[in-house]
């Protein structure tokens, strides 16, 4: 019996409840949701389809092997298994590029093994930086962007490693 | 444009790294398997997905996603203390900050653009250093479920999708605190 087996459950239940007395139609809410939902699968799908190609042919071709290997003792520095390198290479450019490469690795290694979770911790704390940054300043008409750039990217290089201690902490 | 260049890469060098180590054969396979397995990826968190967007929709509705964001009000003052003082960019960032608790993207990024654009005024194109800041809590993620990924480790055989919450709030708040530092560092020297 886990704890965090409760999380979902109760998380799901006391939503409704709350919602219910705050008068929403729970149902509606949770299917037009739902709904949304179906569109990003559908606006990820290309995407994907071209990504998980490539990194397939990337995997296939040993190419994969010979990056891994090459950047393994930076990755050793920092703590995080040579593996992710990929997924750390390509998560500031690509969301779903880093989704493939990251799918990849749980799909290979197994959900629930340290490679696995590592991935799955780089993808849920950290975001696709320099997209961001060219909507936000894009849309804001700013063009120089002193700092902005080597700020995010420190937070993202943080939360790779930071997502590796934190596995090795609760695992 | 950016995609194109990385796809173009990853295949010519897929195509010389086969060449090479004569695995053409493999790369060739590799090509085809790939597409089919993003078929299964997508119906594999396809019901994850769905159900969670529910949640989040259901979440917003009822607005528990806005108190969930007044609770970091004193933080976004702090950061943001010129943009804060502006009601109308305050209620843009406060929505912002939710949807992206809530992991609603789409959501998200248009309410930071309204936020951005009152906080630009006057700036001439030269970020200031709140714009500056705003932008890097945007590329960190605050998402507090963070559903995708879930929904892959659901896809990918996890017996716990969610068992990842601990490490990813540790290293989700270390990456913030991590980003604001370098900026608060870099301020004093990349001067506008």
Known sequence: ?171 | MAMAWVWTILVCFSVLCGAANGQMDAVAGAAMEGAGAAVELCLGMGGAICLWSGVMELMSRCGLAEKLAALFHPLLRRLLPRASRDSETMAALSANLSANLLGLGNAATPLGIRAARRMAYGCEGIASDELCRLVVLNTASIQLLPTTVAGVRAACGSAAPFDILPAVWLASVLSVTAGLLAARLLQAVWRA
């Not at chain 1, 239940?13 to 709904?35: E, F, M, N, P």
């Not at chain 1, 779903?96 to 290694?109: E, F, Q």
């Open chain 1, 1 to 171: 019996m886990n704890i965090s087996s409760y999380v979902v459950p109760l998380l799901l239940a006391l939503t409704a409840i709350y919602a219910l007395t705050k008068k929403v139609d729970v149902y509606d809410a949770l299917t037009s949701g739902a709904r949304e939902g179906i569109s990003v699968l559908v606006r990820i799908f290309p995407a994907l389809a071209a990504l998980l190609s490539a990194v397939y042919m990337l995997r296939a071709s040993g190419a994969m092997e010979l990056l891994t290997a090459w950047l393994a003792p930076a990755m050793e520095l920092l703590g995080v298994p040579s593996e992710t390198t990929a997924l750390m290479l390509i998560r500031p450019i690509s969301g779903s590029g880093a989704l493939a490469v990251g799918s990849d690795l749980m799909a290979t290694h197994g959900a629930d093994s340290y490679i696995g979770r590592v991935s799955a911790v780089m993808l849920g704390s950290t975001e696709t930086t320099f997209y961001t940054i060219a909507v936000y300043f894009g849309a804001a008409g700013i063009r120089r962007t002193r700092y902005t750039v080597p700020a995010a990217l420190a937070a993202d290089l943080a939360g790779f490693v930071f997502a590796a201690m934190a596995v090795r902490i609760f695992f």
